[in-house]
């Protein structure tokens, strides 16, 4: 059924309003991940019953994480689902990034690290393509610079030694953390990981820019390869 069918169908201005009273009053614990996404897709589709499609989404995705963080063609399939309701979406998931990126922006990356380790679960863990992102560090290990180095298909995103050291030249950096994401949701390196972090470790160790850590991110955690003792 589409949208418009049942426009004028729903009336839900009295639980949308007890939603919105729970939301201001006691913030975002107070509502239950289908009642989050029932009311940003309300806001979209103004006179249905939002709390079906809802359920139906999170189920579809396998939870609210991945939901937002889907691609948004995948979800209008998955709805059916407008592109105004996919934009409320995805406007959440931008400024929960946002927020998220903004409380690394002005620290010291080891000092911060449960900090980063939650933007870069949200920006990456449930994406279905592989994405290769190079933080580079000044020498008192504060970021100057967050980059995504490479973009990919389902299991390979293609990185360079030779690309990520002329970068780091090019911004002055003094050292970097490498990330990736495994849409396999595994987070465990490949040997193909490690041989390739190795390798731009012992690059940068020759022009004095020191590799901290490779984090390889997924859907059930996240791998360190410094605290594996790898790098």
């Known amino acids: 059924m589409a949208e418009g069918d049942t426009e004028d169908e729903f009336d839900g201005t009295g639980h949308r309003s007890r939603l919105r009273k729970r939301l201001i009053e006691n913030g975002g614990d107070a509502l239950l991940d289908h009642e ?5 897709l309300a ?25 937002l963080s889907a691609d948004a063609e995948a979800i209008m399939r998955a709805g059916p689902v407008s592109e105004g309701a996919v934009a409320a979406l995805k ?23 449960q900090a980063l380790l939650d ?18 560090l ?24 030779r690309e990520v050291i002329r970068r780091a030249l090019d911004l002055g950096t003094a050292a970097l953390i490498i990330v990736h994401n495994h849409p396999s949701g595994d987070p465990q390196p490949s040997k193909a990981d ?30 360190s390869m410094r605290a594996m003792g790898l790098i």
């Open 43 to 67: 806001l979209a589709i103004p006179r249905r019953d939002t709390k079906p499609l809802a359920k139906k989404l999170l189920h579809n995705f396998g939870g609210i994480g991945a939901l």
């Open 138 to 161: 000044n020498s008192r290990n504060m970021l100057i610079r967050d980059e995504v180095m490479a973009e990919g298909s389902v299991d390979e995103a293609a990185v360079h030694v």
């Open 119 to 136: 933007y870069l679960r949200a920006d990456m863990a449930y994406l279905t393509h592989e994405r290769v992102r190079i933080l580079h």
């Open 91 to 113: 406007t959440a998931h931008a400024a929960s990034i946002r927020l998220l990126r903004s409380q690394v922006a002005d620290q010291k990356m080891l000092g911060s690290w």
């Open 194 to 223: 490690i041989a390739l972090t190795r390798d731009i470790a012992e690059a940068g160790k020759r022009l004095g820019i020191t590799v901290h850590d490779h984090i390889i991110i997924g859907g059930k955690g996240h791998s």
């Open 36 to 40: 989050l996404i029932e009311y940003l």
